[in-house]
C-alpha cells in the first residue's frame, strides 16, 4: 500500500505550483480555525462577564472576519485541488490507455473485458473521489490537530495529557479498523472487476449460452460470483461503517471528561470560564480532524485498491515488436545452402540473424494444449 500511495502521490507532485498554493491555503484556514477559538477567553472574560459590551461590537467584527477569512481559504483550496486532482485523472487515464496498445495479444485474452473496463470506471473513480476531497481534508485536519494541541497544552497541560491519551486509543482503533477495512475494499474491487467481466462476457456471448442451453450454468456460475462479492462488500462496509459511530463515542467520552474535571480545575481557581470554555471547544475540535481522518479513511482505502489494480496493468511487460519480415527469392544449391536471388525460382527465404531460412508449406501440431493463461487449460 505504500508503494501505491508513494506512485499515486507522484502524479498530484507533478503539479508542485498547484500543490503549494493548496498548502498555503490550507495553512491559512488551520490557523483561522484555531485561532478563531482563542478569541472566546477574551471576550468573555473582558466583556460578557464584567457586562462591559463597550468594545465587544470590535472584537466580534474581528472575529467575524477571522471566520470568513478561513471560508474563503477553504473554498479556494479546494477549487484549486479539483483541477490538480483532474488533470492527475486525466494523466493516469492516459498512461493505462496507452500502455494496453502496447500489451500482447495473450494479456487480453487471460483477462476478460468486463474486468478491463473496471479500470477505467470503477477504479479510476474511487481515484477520482479520493483526490479531489480526502487528500485536503487530510491534510488541513492534520494541521488543524497539531494547532489545536498546541493551544490546548498552552491552557493546560494536564487536561490535554488526559485528552491526547483517549486520542491515541482512537488512533490505535481506527488503524486497527482500516487494515481490516483495506482488505476487504482490495476483495471487493477485485471480485466487482471479476463480476462485471463474467457480466459481459455473458452478455456478449447470449447467443451461444442460448444455443448450448447453458442457461442454468451462466446463472449459477453467475450467482456464485455475485455472492463472493456480496460477502468482500459486507465485510468493506461494515468495519468502514463502524469506525466513524465508535470514533464518535469516543470522542463524546473524551469531552464529558474533560467537562467534569474542567469544572473542578474551575472551581480551584486554575482556570477561569472563558478559558474553560475556549479548552472545551478545543477539546471539540480536536476530536473532530481524527474522526474526519477515519471517514476518509474509507474512501482512500478503496482508492488504494483501485490504484494497486491500475498500477499492476502499467508495470506489464508490453509486447516486443520484432519488426517486419521481408521475404527474399532465393535458389537452392545442391549442397542445401540457400543464396538470393534477382529473378523468380519459386522458392522463397526469410533472413533470420544473418542466415537465410526457407519458407516451407509445413505445419505440424504435436501434444498441443491451449489456455488463455497457464492456471486454466482449456484444450
Known sequence: MKHTLGRLMGYLGKHKLGLVLVIIFIIINSVAMVGSVAF??????????????SGLARELTLLGSIFLLGSVSSYVYARIMVHIAQKSIHEIRSDLFNKMQKLSIKYFDSHTHGDLMSLYTNDIESISEALNNSVTNVIASSLSFIGVIVMMIVINPILTLITLSILGVMILLMKKIGKQSGRYFGMQQMRMANLNGYIEEMIEGQKVVKVFCHEEKAIEQF?????????????????AGSMMPLMGN??????????CLGAVFTI???LNLGTLIAYLQYVRQVSQPVTQVSQQMNVIIAALAGAERIFKVLDEEPEVDNGTVTLAKVTVKEDG????????????????????????GDVKFDNVVFGYNEEKTIL
Open 250 to 259: 469516543v470522542s463524546h467520552i473524551n469531552f464529558a471528561i474533560n467537562c
Open 337 to 360: 545452402r540457400l543464396e538470393e536471388a534477382d529473378h523468380y525460382t519459386g522458392h522463397w527465404a526469410w533472413n533470420k540473424n544473418g542466415e537465410l531460412v526457407e519458407l516451407k
Open 223 to 239: 450467482e456464485k460470483l455475485n455472492e463472493e462479492l456480496r460477502e468482500a462488500s459486507t465485510g468493506a462496509q461494515t468495519f
Open 40 to 53: 472566546l477567553s477574551p471576550i468573555i472574560n473582558n466583556y460578557i462577564l464584567p457586562g462591559d459590551f
Open 268 to 270: 480551584a481557581g486554575i
